[in-house]
């Protein structure tokens, strides 16, 4: 399908109008202001110092991603400083280095000087492929190689219509239809088609001078996550130190060379755009950053904790920087477990469950090996620590990795290292009833724990009762404990070189004009 044209192309294009012809004026009305010093991209040097503040989340999805493009994960902020040098009346101004995944929609311009006003802003969007670019010089002059009857030919014109193939207005007044061509060249291309995005806007001045702006806008590519080194202490008891950092991922494509950086531990709700483009890409560089000697300061943000990194720091592209978040904290108290956790899902059903499959699994079950600590200033720690990943060690060795989530203050942290070599559990389901009249359900399980160690162990079982919200265990070989609202959990003592058998039996209840 051939693109249409306006009236005024196509009378330029039959008319073979020449390479040399102005192109269109951006704002005939708005002249284009000088930048004291030049307007630069984050990519170099800013005018000042920029505020860039990014939010935890979509760390792990952003590590794979190898090209910067509009809605990619992550989410930042930026606040980049601006300055021009403005005529009286209106100007035009614009910032390149704009980062492939801003939300340009959302991007604000604000004048710091008096008289001056912002009237309007408009983005140009890189080019995304050849479409882009025929799209854009449809009424300018292209040369196009292509074959015919085994020979190689060039033809020179005004480009017309694009689509199934290339239309041409040749200087002789020919209209000229190309099927299939090797390749075609754009006349002055690099002034007619924009080589980056870019950001412009119309400036009214009271008068003329030098004016500051401040260019704030969110964008994609740039996550954190924390990283937690967790050490035991060799001897009796159980104290650990431990070592908190963050890991800020950059792949949008721009550096940030001179930028003062927040970390937000907090995922706000955001609205995920209808479609994606395809941008430049960039190279990869994963870069380390030494640790800063100064820890960030910890505040809070709305529902959030945010933490600012003393001085600046540079954030490049395709890098990981390590940026410390508190000092090393030793002595905290903390308790060995093994843990069997039956799974089963973790939400409340809107009625009762009759399915039997609802039970978790069963048959042989891990029994990981935990480290839980109270974070409480009673146990020598007590601070929200932000979502991300934690190394286990004991002494030299190394126990295992751990996946945690945002734990706020008071809360338990539990670090689950690794399977137990010499613990094994198996699971299994002895009975299940269904009483309509009664409204009851009544599930009964038998969980055999064996220990292989020359030593005596206690592992802690967690059953997930997922069928309703109204449950009680009526009886137990080891009493039970409320550990939640869908679970409950056993202490249990198996023998060196032993096992322990646990059985119980839970029954549900509905009230009455509840419908399973």
Known sequence: MHRSLSLLAVACALAGCSSEAPAPARDAAAPAATPVPAPRGDSDEPTGTTRLTVYSGDYAALAGVDIAQPGMPGYALVERPLHYSLKEGLNTVSATGVPPAIDAEAAVLRAQSAGVTVESQRYVAPLTGSGDVTAQVIGQRVTVEHTAGGAKQTDTGTLVAAGEGLTLALPDGRIKVIREYDSFSVIDGTRLLPQHAELQWTVRAGSGGDADFVLSYPMGGLAWRAEYLATIAEGEGCRLSLDGAAMVANRAGVTFSDASLTLVAGEPNRVQPERRYMARGYAQDAVAAAPAPEMAVRRGSGEYHAYDVPGTTAVRAGSTERVPLFARVDGVACERAYVVDAGGPDWEPPRPLLDPGFRGE??????????????????????????????????????????????????????????????????EATG?????????????????????????????????????????????????????????????????????????????????????
């Open 362 to 427: 069963t048959g042989d079950l891990p029994v990981t090996a935990a480290v839980s600590i109270q974070n409480t200033e009673e146990a020598g720690l007590g601070q929200p620590l932000p979502a991300g990943r934690a190394r286990v060690q004991e002494g030299g060795e190394f126990l295992g990795e751990s996946t945690l989530g945002h734990t706020p203050a008071g809360a338990e942290l539990r670090f689950e290292v690794g399977t137990a070599f010499d613990l094994t559990a198996r699971r």
């Open 432 to 516: 299940f009833n269904v009483d309509r009249g009664g409204r009851t359900i009544t599930e009964s399980f038998a969980i055999t724990l064996a220990n292989a160690k020359d030593t005596d162990a206690t592992i802690n079982v967690v059953e997930p009762l997922p069928r309703w919200s109204d449950w009680e265990v009526v009886s137990s070989s080891v009493p039970a404990e409320r550990r939640d609202a869908r679970h409950a959990e056993f202490t249990v003592a198996v023998p060196a070189g032993g096992e322990t058998r646990l059985t119980y039996t839970v029954r549900y209840r509905w009230p009455e004009g509840v419908t399973p």
